[in-house]
């Protein structure tokens, strides 16, 4: 998981995972492992939240660190084979790499203060990854972060319904 107590871990973790991906599937992809490095000394420093990165959930790590991804464009070129409908998607990159590690953080990672274990892999039909991709091409820690933080919730708990706390009815 992101945000260990060693952030050399950390930037170390995310290349592993970005590796996992281009092997998976049989992609090429260029890094901007300057910016990928200062990424991660920056959230470490300056996390999102009052109470600091170590005090943070499990979403609110992940969506810091989607929103500096994709709003950093840490990757600088990518070839893959994808849907039409992805392909449609300008500046995909680091939407779709950012995505899968989170995606793949969230998988296993505890909740609810470490009282439950997220143990179904996040689940999405092929247009909503692609509806999904579309909207992060253009967020920023600034304007995005909660929205993010809900969405990654949200869509854990789809897959992962025993999860939530209380549910009410709208």
Do not use: W
């Amino acid at each position: 998981m992101i945000f260990s107590d060693d952030k050399t871990t950390d930037y170390f973790a995310i290349m592993a995972l970005i590796d996992a991906f281009v092997i998976a599937n049989n992609a090429t992809i260029s890094v901007d492992d300057g910016k990928l490095y200062g990424l991660v000394m920056r959230i470490h420093a300056d996390f999102p939240c009052i109470d600091g990165a170590e005090n943070a959930n499990v979403f609110k790590k992940s969506a810091a660190f989607l929103c500096e991804f994709v709003g950093e464009q840490i990757i600088t070129s990518f070839q893959c084979k994808m849907s039409d409908e992805l392909k449609k998607i300008p500046n995909n990159a680091s939407s779709i790499i950012g995505f899968h590690i989170v995606t793949t953080m969230l998988y296993e990672a505890t909740v609810q203060n470490g009282s439950k274990t997220i143990t179904n892999p996040i689940e999405l039909s092929p247009h909503s990854y692609a509806d999904i991709i579309n909207a992060l091409t253009g967020i920023t820690s600034q304007n995005s972060f909660q929205l993010v933080t809900v969405l990654l919730e949200q869509i854990t708990y789809k897959s992962n319904p025993d999860l939530q706390y209380e549910i009410m009815k709208l």
